[in-house]
């Protein structure tokens, strides 16, 4: 990689570049320099509006004293730059590592920050940047699609995951009403590679690629997921610990507590078809991970019959 880009763009003495693979659809670098550490991210899905409306986000939360990476401002005064043709941004390094086994104590602050996250969030003065007007937030219209999707693939699994949302379907609580239940601004990806640690203690958020505004219910889920899965079978204790730590933060409405069950088996749900459909249609790169359809399958099958709460 050519060190005069960095030197160019952002004045930086650089002594060591690497790369670093981020999620499915974005790269990154990783800069050792005389001015200090930083983590360049390469954007591969989002345009530049989109970039710059998660960017105040960010500093926003970092005021507000949350850990997160702050953009640095090139030569030009800016933080949105092109680098390989791709829009690109330059972070401070932020410390701590991905842990996959969390203590008890590592899961309570992890339901604890994101309650205190979504408090924050709340009050975000361009809310209106990210919320959809009159939007149905019962709407089935992402699962539709991708059902329609493996209906043209017609594959056998393809057709059992299509049976298993049918019977989801039916499970359906009827007074469940997404309208109803309380909506912020979501990270939405809110698991363990997304989150750093060092001594206990969470030093660092990353990867807002997926913001947006919905029922606040679904981080709390997708940190389940994240956080309480380190094999197929759900660790309930763990899970526990996570929403009572929340709610000691941000209580829970009641309807958010009984239909948590049945959104943790939809999204589980959701997680095997979604990963199913991107793999069998070469929409993700390949990389060495638990994430993938047939973990999110197994994950769902279990969960599928077992007592959740």
């Given at each position: 990689m ?7 763009e952002?004045?930086l003495?650089?002594?060591?570049i690497?790369s670093?693979k981020v ?8 800069i ?9 991210r390469v954007?591969?899905?989002?345009s530049?509006d989109?970039?710059?409306?998660i ?5 926003y939360?970092?005021?507000n004293g949350?850990?997160v ?6 030569k ?10 791709r829009p ?6 932020l ?16 339901g604890s ?6 408090l924050?969030?709340r ?8 919320v959809t007007?009159e939007k149905?937030?019962?709407s ?7 059902i329609?999707?493996l ?7 393809s057709?059992e ?11 359906r609580?009827?007074?469940?009403d997404?309208n ?7 990270h939405w ?30 981080d ?6 994240g956080f309480?899965l380190?094999?197929?079978e759900?660790?309930?204790a763990?899970?526990k610990?996570?929403m009572n ?7 829970l409405e009641?309807?958010e ?6 959104l ?7 997680k ?6 991107s ?5 993700c790169?390949?990389?060495?991970s ?9 994950c769902?099958?279990?969960?599928k019959?077992?007592p959740?709460?």
């Amino acid at each position: 990689m050519d060190d005069n880009y960095f030197h160019q763009e952002y004045g930086l003495t650089v002594l060591e570049i690497y790369s670093h693979k981020v999620g499915f659809n974005n790269l990154a670098n990783i800069i050792n320099a005389q001015e200090g550490k930083f983590f360049q991210r390469v954007y591969q899905r989002l345009s530049r509006d989109e970039i710059l409306r998660i960017l105040p986000v960010k500093q926003y939360l970092s005021k507000n004293g949350f850990p997160v990476a702050m953009p640095i401002k090139n030569k030009k005064g800016v933080y949105l730059s092109e680098f390989q043709g791709r829009p690109s941004v330059l972070f401070n390094f932020l410390p701590g590592k991905v842990k996959y086994h969390l203590s008890s104590k590592e899961l309570q602050e992890i339901g604890s920050t994101l309650a205190r996250f979504h408090l924050c969030l709340r009050d975000y003065p361009h809310l209106e940047d990210f919320v959809t007007p009159e939007k149905d937030y019962n709407s089935t219209q992402w699962y539709d699609h991708n059902i329609s999707v493996l209906e043209r693939l017609g594959t056998t699994e393809s057709k059992e995951i299509i049976a298993e949302y049918a019977l989801l379907k039916k499970q359906r609580p009827k007074d469940l009403d997404l309208n109803q239940l309380p909506l912020t601004l979501l990270h939405w990806d809110f698991r363990d590679e997304n989150i750093l640690f060092n001594d206990g203690r969470i030093t660092g958020i990353t990867d807002f690629e997926c913001m947006c505004y919905d029922n606040r219910i679904y981080d709390l889920i997708f940190s389940v997921l994240g956080f309480c899965l380190p094999t197929p079978e759900l660790d309930c204790a763990g899970m526990k610990t996570i929403m009572n730590s929340y709610a000691s933060v941000s209580p829970l409405e009641e309807k958010e507590i009984l239909n948590f069950p049945y959104l943790l088996k939809l999204m589980t749900w959701d997680k095997w078809c979604s990963f199913y459909v991107s793999e069998t249609m070469g929409l993700c790169n390949k990389r060495k991970s638990k994430i993938n359809h047939k973990y999110y399958k197994d994950c769902y099958l279990k969960m599928k019959t077992d007592p959740i709460l």
